[in-house]
């Protein structure tokens, strides 16, 4: 039964969307089509793969010039295999041609939009307004599952000062006392002070749902086990934008007494995937993308690069998108028992990957999230391959550090890499953030596709 005051929250949204003429019309559609059996949705898939082709092929130059350079027809597209003979999408077509690879024609109610830039400069792309209003009913329905709701207090852990408005409109303000109740809170810059203030924010919040980087939430965990405190309002936490490793998650979930939930999006296609209750691997958001995983023989146990085709978009279609990011499907049901086929936690993305010598690919994750389990000697360190044979370790002293902490990080480095490779280090004060509060654990200068 709904309360009080989640009837107030909804009355007042939809009070501000009949304003706003967006009453969204796809909220119970996304709800019901999430839940739906393996045959309907791999049907449902199909449908809207074909109709997405068929729009692009006839409205955009780029698609186009595909079709006509493979010598395929929309019309050959009759399976979800067939979808895999089309060639890539990536960041570089948007970059350089992206009016070719929009479609022509009637752009009201579009909105232009840029990628994120967290390993290189943001790309433009646009967005029709049944996508946008899809992608907002997905987000709505996906973070119920993580126990959040409409008009719950939520706190924001999450990108840079520059990042939020210093003078909010007036409806901003009204929003944000109706319905929304959100506190930001920036993720960089970080310290002791600056997390002994965001607690006392927090207290006096009182948020039920905080959506967060898992560096930054692991570094907020990190004070507050330290100064023996917790925050016994808050019911549910979801981390996105970094990999979560497990040494972050286990310490997360200990201090704060639940599960976090995990999942992976990006500003151009919206939520991906996402884990449910039961935390094995993250579902796929397949009534309105479609994932494959690209295989590369290099990678380990079968890992692949993350490719993904929006099922809504037809302003600028994202088919067969690169998206930079690594993973590898999970087989078999969930014992939830929705039908959504899953995928791994990202394992990093392609500009962090590890090339040896020998031809062997190391997604950068699975050195930052493993070499240290004790964060007493070394407390932060990031990884930089400047060739195949050499690395720059940067790291960060940490209270019980002493002569043997390098060569412990070394050995365990060399395990993990298997190869003989010079390590070369470099003390820091800290390791600094993206500009979008984000940690580069791992960073490749050299070429890896």
Not at 244 to 267: A, C, M, P, T
Not at 370 to 379: G, L
Not at 436 to 448: A, Q, W
Request: contains cysteine.
């Amino acid at each position: 039964m709904f309360s009080l005051a989640h009837r107030s929250s909804s009355f007042f949204k939809y009070l501000f969307d009949l304003k706003d003429g967006q009453l969204n019309p796809y909220m119970q559609v996304s709800e019901d089509e999430l839940c739906f059996d393996r045959k309907y949705l791999e049907q449902l898939n199909f449908e809207r793969i074909q109709s997405i082709v068929q729009h692009a092929a006839l409205k955009s130059i780029h698609y186009k010039n595909i079709f006509a350079d493979y010598g395929v027809t929309s019309s050959e597209i009759k399976t979800l295999d067939d979808v895999k003979r089309l060639p890539l999408l990536t960041r570089d077509h948007l970059k350089n041609d992206l009016e070719l690879v929009t479609i022509t024609g009637d752009r009201s109610g579009w909105v232009k939009s840029a990628t994120g830039g967290t390993t290189s400069s943001p790309v433009s792309y646009y967005r029709d307004q049944p996508s946008s209003l899809r992608r907002a009913a997905d987000t709505s329905v996906i973070d119920s599952w993580f126990g959040r709701r409409l008009g719950d207090r939520v706190a924001y852990l999450w990108g840079a000062a520059q990042d939020f408005s210093d003078k909010p409109t007036i409806g901003m303000r009204l929003r944000n006392m109706t319905y929304q109740k959100v506190l930001m809170l920036p993720s960089i810059p970080l310290d002791r002070n600056i997390l002994r203030h965001y607690v006392e924010r927090l207290d006096q919040w009182r948020p039920s749902f905080l959506q967060s980087y898992p560096t930054p939430l692991y570094e907020l965990c990190l004070y507050l086990k330290a100064v023996g405190k917790r925050l016994p309002y808050l019911n549910n936490v979801a981390v996105t934008a970094e990999p979560l490793h497990s040494y972050q998650r286990d310490l997360i979930e200990e201090v704060l007494g639940f599960k976090v939930f995990n999942w992976y999006g990006s500003r151009e296609l919206g939520r991906v995937a996402f884990e449910c209750e039961c935390h094995d691997g993250l579902h796929s958001n397949e009534p309105s993308k479609f994932v494959e995983i690209e295989p590369d023989p290099a990678l380990p146990d079968g890992y692949g690069y993350l490719v993904i085709t929006d099922l809504w978009n037809k302003a600028t279609p994202f088919i067969r998108y690169m998206t930079g990011d690594i993973a590898k499907k999970v087989d078999g049901p969930c014992k939830c028992g929705r039908a959504l086929s899953r995928i791994t936690a990202i394992e990093g993305r392609v500009a962090d990957l590890i090339i040896l010598s020998d031809g062997r690919k190391i997604p950068g994750v699975a050195l930052s999230g493993r070499i240290i389990k004790d964060f007493s000697e070394i407390t932060e360190y990031q990884i930089i391959q400047k060739t195949c044979d050499v690395f720059l370790i940067r790291f960060v002293k940490g209270p019980e550090f002493n002569n043997d902490s390098l060569t412990k990080f070394e050995s365990s480095f060399s395990s993990f890499v298997d190869a003989n490779v010079d390590l070369l280090f470099e003390e820091c004060s800290s390791i600094e953030r993206s500009l979008s509060g984000k940690m580069r654990t791992v960073i490749s200068e050299v070429g890896n596709i």
